[in-house]
């Protein structure tokens, strides 16, 4: 994991919660459900940090976590979850475009999409508004262990090939899975070189 352990440093409920912009910040995005709070877990190895669940629209708050006293891991709340009510839906994705948006110290976007799935509609909303928003963001596919090295493979090209003529998308993925540890410790060395810079 990182040299020191991870801790949970707030939630903000309004973008006026959010804490100074003084430290390097990478920023996970996706689906609800798509892994984002267990990939913080799977990187800092502290399975209990970010609270994960298969009930979609875990987390409602941006969530920000502090790793070597010096970098901090920001979970968003997930977008394209049907089920939820319109106005609490709008309320947190609202948030989550408002950080992502106007971050000055925010070094890259990992923008997660279920390994199973590929790119759907509400991730090409997410990426264009990346996109005009120049916010540098790196795909990340999840829950790799659901499926078999082929589909791997062939689901990690295409998703590169859809991302590929996009200005702000970075030129590599990571293929990762928080249940099995596949692509962990190569997703930590290129958030930690994302805030060397
Ligand atoms: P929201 O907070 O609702 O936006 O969801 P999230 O993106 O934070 O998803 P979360 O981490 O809560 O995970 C959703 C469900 O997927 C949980 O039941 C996890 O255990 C499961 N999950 C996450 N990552 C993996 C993975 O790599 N492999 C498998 N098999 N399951 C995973
Ligand atoms: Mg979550």
Do not use: M
């Amino acid at each position: 994991a990182f040299a020191r352990p991870a801790v949970f440093l707030q939630g903000a409920a309004k973008i006026e919660q959010l804490p100074e912009p003084d430290l390097p910040e990478v920023a996970f995005a996706g689906r609800s459900n798509v892994g984002k709070s267990s990939l913080i877990n799977a990187l800092t190895g502290q399975k209990g940090l970010a609270r994960a669940s298969n009930e979609p629209g875990r987390t409602r708050e941006v969530n920000f976590f502090l790793v070597d006293e010096r970098i901090r891991l920001v979970d968003l709340p997930g977008y394209g979850w049907a089920k939820a009510s319109k106005v609490e839906t709008r309320k947190f994705q609202n948030l989550g475009r408002d950080y992502l948006r106007g971050r000055v110290n925010l070094k890259r976007v990992y923008l997660l999409i279920d390994a199973r799935h590929g790119v759907k509609a509400p991730d090409i909303e997410a990426l264009d508004a990346l996109d005009l928003a120049a916010v540098s963001y790196q795909i990340v596919l999840t829950k790799a262990d659901k499926i078999g090295p082929q589909e791997r493979q062939r689901v990690a090209e295409a998703t590169l090939k859809a991302v590929s003529k996009r200005p702000a998308a970075f030129p590599r993925l990571v293929l990762t899975s928080s249940e099995k540890g596949f692509g962990i410790p190569e997703l930590r060395a290129e958030v930690l070189l994302a805030c060397e810079t």
